[in-house]
């Protein structure tokens, strides 16, 4: 059997670590990582938002499929810097597609749930996506870019990640544990808008076998949605890792209203039957790889 080529972007960040890790623990595929800011001796240093780099990587690996990980994925940050967004989640993702189309690679765009406004979940991949900020708006352009460069290629939507981090402010998940393990001073939580915490680790899987059955079936192709299923407010997953390492509740407030800063969608949650139905996919409980992650920060 011919040897299976993986490129993954965004190789450095907090899904991208996750995939590398699971396509290179697979012999049967070779990886390629690519990286900007964090790049490292087992990540090529590429600026996808140059296209001939762009060109260059893909004709010299000549990729079988191309996971697409790398976006500003920060909603805030987004709302403040339109034209670096544009660069990143939308240039950046026009310049990969067209060129992984001249060597027959099959791209899977990482999407958002954050393409949904929240009013009507559970969300199918067939419901019309009407994202609330400009986030979600710069990845819903990416992903009619990625479809429209060629019917073939995939969307995989994601809900909020944890996974493991290099610190605790790398992801908005584990960012709750530096207040949650401050216990001397009063933590405010959102106890509004409804969440459905996502192991990176249980993306990259899904990844890997999603890539394997493309490779195995050209008709694997469109959308398709991966999320945990349990249904959690930054409060509940705030006492949750309270809990996990016996440290007290009380000092951890409930906020009812609406969170603060760029509008977020109430509830997204994504209905993954589409994935489910071809058997790929896994899902860790909140409670075992949130301990997992945090094990090295707990007081």
Known sequence: M??????????????????????????????LGLAFSRSSDKLKKVDLTDPSSVQQVVQDFKPSVVIHAAAERRPDVVDKQDEATQKINIDATQSLCTEAAKVGAWVLFVSTDYVFDGSKPPYTVTDQPNPLNKYGQSKYQGEKITLETSKDNGVLRVPILYGEVEYLGECSVTLLFEKVRDTTKTCVMSDYERRYPTACQD????????????????????????????????????????????????????????????????NSHLDCSRLEALGCGQRIKFKEGIAHVLQNYKP
């Open 2 to 31: 011919a040897l299976k080529r993986v490129l993954i972007t965004g190789a450095s960040g907090l899904l991208g670590r996750a995939v590398f890790k699971e396509f290179s623990a697979d012999a049967s595929w070779e990886v």
């Open 203 to 266: 993306v990259a899987v899904t990844i890997r076998q999603l890539s394997d059955k493309r490779l195995q079936d050209s008709s694997i192709s469109g959308i398709y949605h991966w999320s945990g299923d349990e249904n959690m407010t930054k409060y509940d997953m705030a006492v949750a890792m309270a809990e996990i390492f016996n440290l007290p509740t009380s000092h951890i407030e409930a906020d009812k209203k609406p969170s603060r800063g760029v509008t977020r969608p109430f």
